[in-house]
DNA sequence: TTTAATATGTTTAATATTGTTCAAAATTAA
DNA sequence: TTAATTTTGAACAATATTAAACATATTAAA
């Protein structure tokens, strides 16, 4: 057996069994220790795998640009799927929706297969791939610099080019929303491109679970009064509903 | 038994049997090592497999979300993996790269993985989705409308997107190609972004199947001017050939 | 036929892979 | 913590593979 081959039968191996080790493949390869070692050591360098001492594990599998989004997606699942749910009622036939990124959003987007003739504006790959499946939905990409973690773009020409559209609706999230504070967001990036979208929409919703609520992050980009509704989970307390419904904020979470 | 059918039988075992070495090749069909060293490396310049140490391995069938873009990919496959070989010699470090949408530029962004701080533009969805797993590379996308079939933008905002870049190489793709009759595409659509790349890069490849040359398809979109270099693939006639090469076009084949 | 072009074989120096040894580092047990 | 054990990676050696240069044979063209 050649070197190449082998390597990839280690890959092979290790993807299937979660971890390898060293000796195991010696005796099975029939190649001295040292062999298999340099093998892991490449495989490792290449991020096929993860060396450990004595052996290696198996890596998230890059080959799908979304898979690791999707494990994203894990967090506040189900409260993300009630807040969308929600989020859906608001949608009506021939709207033009701006959508920002984020697992929350992406969620949303999985909704909108019964609508007619929507137009949805987004900067998220993930949303456009889910939303080239519905042929309900026209899609517009805003262009820019490709942000590899977020698989999403931003920057100057990301937000010029929000400005040449316009939305009926904006649905937006953010890391943190309170009264006094605002609108906050923990990655400027993101925080710039959800400021365009919220200028340049006729109604602006925020999406935001309820352990968000009068929280503040790193970057505020926005004040209160900039958001039409604010929509949140059942897990909201009273004293925190109240306070926005007494501020005038037009608050759903149910 | 002939070369060529001795080639076509060796590619046959391969597929079969995962992995062929070249000392069992030899004997089996009684050449030297040396004919069957040139024959793989013939083989793998294709991109019909993947020569290693010692011998060679069937080629990977690459995974990306996209599948029935992938489909399309099957049309001459071959000749489109040789092109794209010779396409990525003419890639540097720290290139600027526009990227035209299509399987044939599909093809070239998965052969750039060694290359140091490129940075590539592109109004194709599977190519950015493929080069997102590229941490060597910096990824721009142009923002637009959605064409759901070709998985890319287009349109005005598309066009006027490119402008705000400038790239030191533009690899393109088209339809047609002829002394008389220019660069022409089948798609209006497409015609108009694959002129915008070509306006505002320094170096401007085309990268065209030798099935393409002297044919003339429904929109023209540029002069045979406007290209510094044709890339075809080996199938080319020497009359086509020269035909370029007496007008001053460098036509690259091999 | 002769000639040119192409394919194949041989030799050889350079390169790649693998194995062995051993000191350093990491892990485990006491 | 310390000591025993295991694992590691660097250095070197042995072997296998490669590619280049040149020689020879085969095929195609004039």
Redesign the pocket.
């Known amino acids: 057996m050649?070197?190449e081959e082998?390597k990839r039968a280690i890959l092979n191996k290790v993807q299937e069994s979660k971890s390898v080790e060293?000796?195991d493949l010696a005796i099975e390869f029939n190649?001295?220790?040292?062999?298999i070692?340099?093998d892991l050591?490449e495989l490792d360098k290449k991020g096929l795998l993860v060396r450990t001492?004595?052996?290696a594990l198996k890596t998230e599998n890059e080959i799908n640009v979304f898979s690791n989004f999707d494990l994203r997606i894990g967090d506040n699942k189900e409260k993300k799927i009630e807040i969308c749910k929600i989020a859906a009622r608001f949608i009506q036939d021939n709207d033009i929706l701006f959508l920002d990124c984020g697992s929350t959003l992406f969620h949303l987007s999985t909704l909108m297969g019964n609508f007619k003739n929507l137009r949805v504006i987004t900067n998220s790959l993930p949303i456009v791939s889910e939303l080239l499946n519905y042929p309900n939905i026209k899609v517009n990409l805003i262009g820019g610099e490709m942000d590899p973690n977020r698989k999403a773009t931003y920057g100057r020409i990301s937000s010029e080019n929000i400005q040449e559209y316009h939305a009926t609706k904006a649905f937006v999230g953010a890391d943190g929303v309170s009264i006094t504070g605002g609108i906050s967001s923990y990655d400027e990036k993101e925080s710039t491109i959800t400021k365009s979208f919220i200028a340049n929409a006729d109604k602006v919703f925020l999406l935001c679970d309820s352990t968000k609520l009068e929280k503040n992050s790193f970057v505020k980009f926005a004040s209160i009064q900039n958001i039409d509704c604010l929509i949140t989970d059942s897990k909201a307390s009273k004293e925190h509903i109240s306070l926005y419904a007494n501020n005038n904020i037009k608050i759903v979470y149910s």
Do not use: F, N
Not at 31 to 35: A, F, P, R, Y
């Open positions: 050649q070197g082998r060293v000796e190649v001295s220790t040292m062999t070692r340099r050591a001492h004595g052996g």
